[in-house]
């Protein structure tokens, strides 16, 4: 069987769990353990990168493109250029 240490929990986190544990008559392992079960049977959502888009909005605006597929059009050789500021030596 895999154990599993959580050294970092917050003394609150432990605290609640605790008193979860007593209120559904389960040990603090068990406890754990069917909230973990809980957790993983309910499909995860994946959030976007930054938070505060419109629920939907990638999948509408991102993913909503109709018209003909976009099409990138070759390009040039790479240059190679001078740099804007020089460097202090």
Known sequence: MTQIILEKLKPFVINRLKILAQKNNRSLEEEITAILEK????????KPKYEGWQPGFFEEVIGGWAGE?????P???????EPSVKEKR
């Open 39 to 46: 957790v993983l049977e309910t499909e995860v959502e994946i």
């Open 69 to 73: 597929p976009l099409v990138r059009e």
């Open 75 to 81: 390009q040039p050789e790479y240059q190679e250029r």
